[in-house]
């Protein structure tokens, strides 16, 4: 079946359990866990010239565990145990910050992604920032992104966290209605998040970006008309909006399972198409333009994704914590994804390595190309400086795919998608890989 014709079949337009967003290349599953050597060469390596560094925090603790959440995420620590995995996580950046490819640098933006990172305290935070800081300072990084459930922000922590120097404050909104919010898991209601929207407005954060969720548990198509009406009298600087998928170890996979069930029980990937599509279409009436196959923003000479477009373009990035991942001099790796197994590789004075890949400069071509995709549209001289290929030539066969379906024009500098090719573009990113990287779509 045509990667170009997502929706034309009733089985493969049903939302079946399984991950479909691409965040990465190669796919985690080729990813090798005896791999330390070639992360420890990466590490004693001395940076290219020109490349960005990134530096993402991972904060796995939050009130609840939502439903279709499939993050590395705890709701049983106390404030001691919190404690302790902070530590580790200030010893893990200590023992990073010391090897070549990471000494001396400063980096250009930073994120704190979760779980939920609101959840720790305002000390929590300041004492947090401030040792991570000492050992790699990021005054001069041009963006700090910070993840936020609704329910856990008040003024307090809220002016904290502006004290931090945060650029851009995310609120996980998902669904203004109650009942939603509810069914499908989350902590949060909708009172807290237009509290917690007027206090962060209050406190003048450069950037608020609310994210939401087309196609969760019961939505119907009266609510998510009202979503949109919502978020556009709100007027947050951006909005991000996912199409809900059924990871395999989310609640909702596990009582699939125990049910029987193939086909999960929200939205088909039709409706949540067209409703991305409704979407994006009254914020553009609004003022807003779409900026990538998730994303609208109010200003785009002002409100940017520092973090998304420099790790799309090659970006070195270490990750902190349990399960977080990093790309340093061509090679990926993750930590290890149980909490007491990383406490215990730290207090060791190991790196908390879980497993890794060594990308060859074609891998690597395909990762910015396939992520750049994303953005809507690909420049071609970009990739002829950097990597010496002639996108045109290289994938002439996949792109004249994409132009035949209406999915996608080309022109002598760019390839630039349609809106309907931008609403199901990790679709078709899988014909771009390599051949023993093609495995089974999910969508």
Request: aromatic share 10%.
């Amino acid at each position: 079946m045509s990667s170009a014709s997502p929706t034309s079949s009733p089985a493969r337009n049903s939302t079946v359990a399984g991950n479909y967003f691409i965040s990465n290349y190669p796919p985690f599953s080729f990813w090798s866990e005896n791999q330390r050597g070639e992360v420890d060469a990466a590490l004693g390596s001395t940076p290219a010239p020109e490349t960005k560094l990134g530096l993402y925090h991972h904060i796995p603790f939050c009130r609840k565990r939502c439903h279709f959440c499939y993050f590395r995420v705890y709701t049983d620590k106390n404030a001691r145990e919190i404690q302790t995995y902070l530590d580790a996580t200030v010893a893990e950046l200590r023992a990073m910050a010391a090897r070549p490819l990471i000494r001396g640098r400063r980096p250009h933006f930073v994120y704190f992604g979760g779980g939920t990172p609101s959840y720790l305290s305002a000390k929590q935070l300041e004492d947090l920032t401030r040792e991570l800081q000492a050992i790699l300072p990021w005054d001069a990084a041009e963006e700090i992104a910070f993840e936020c459930e609704p329910g856990t922000l008040n003024p307090g922590k809220l002016a904290a966290i502006r004290g931090l120097g945060v650029t851009r404050l995310s609120l996980g909104i998902e669904n203004f209605d109650d009942h939603i919010l509810e069914i499908n898991g989350r902590a949060h209601r909708s009172g807290e998040v237009y509290g917690a929207y007027e206090r962060a407005r209050a406190e003048g954060f450069p950037q608020i970006n609310i994210d939401l969720i087309a196609g969760m548990v019961e939505e119907t198509e009266a609510n998510w008309q009202r979503n949109i009406e919502r978020t556009i009298a709100l007027q947050p600087d951006s909005v991000t909006i996912y199409q809900m998928e059924v990871p395999y170890n989310t609640t909702i996979y596990k009582e699939m399972k125990a049910s029987g069930r193939l086909v999960a029980p929200v939205a088909d990937w039709q409706t949540k198409r067209r409703w991305v599509k409704e979407a994006f279409a009254a914020l553009e009436s609004a003022g807003y333009t779409v900026a990538s196959g998730y994303t609208a923003v109010l200003n785009p000479q002002r409100t940017k994704f520092i973090y998304r477009d420099a790790l799309w373009s090659g970006a070195d990035l270490i990750g902190l914590g349990v399960a977080s991942f990093s790309h340093a001099a061509g090679v990926h790796f993750q930590n290890l994804t149980e909490m007491e197994p990383y406490l215990a590789a730290i207090q060791a004075g190991e790196l908390p390595l879980k497993r890794a890949f060594r990308t060859s400069p074609e891998e690597r071509m395909i990762r910015e190309f396939i992520l750049q995709m994303k953005l809507g549209r690909v420049a071609f001289g970009y990739f002829q400086e950097k990597f010496g290929t002639n996108l045109r030539e290289r994938f002439a066969r996949q792109l004249e795919h994409l132009v035949a379906e209406g999915l996608a024009t080309l022109s002598a500098g760019e390839v630039r998608l349609a809106r309907d090719g931008l609403l199901c573009v990790d679709t078709l990113l899988h014909e771009f890989f390599l051949p023993q990287h093609q495995t089974t779509k999910i969508v």
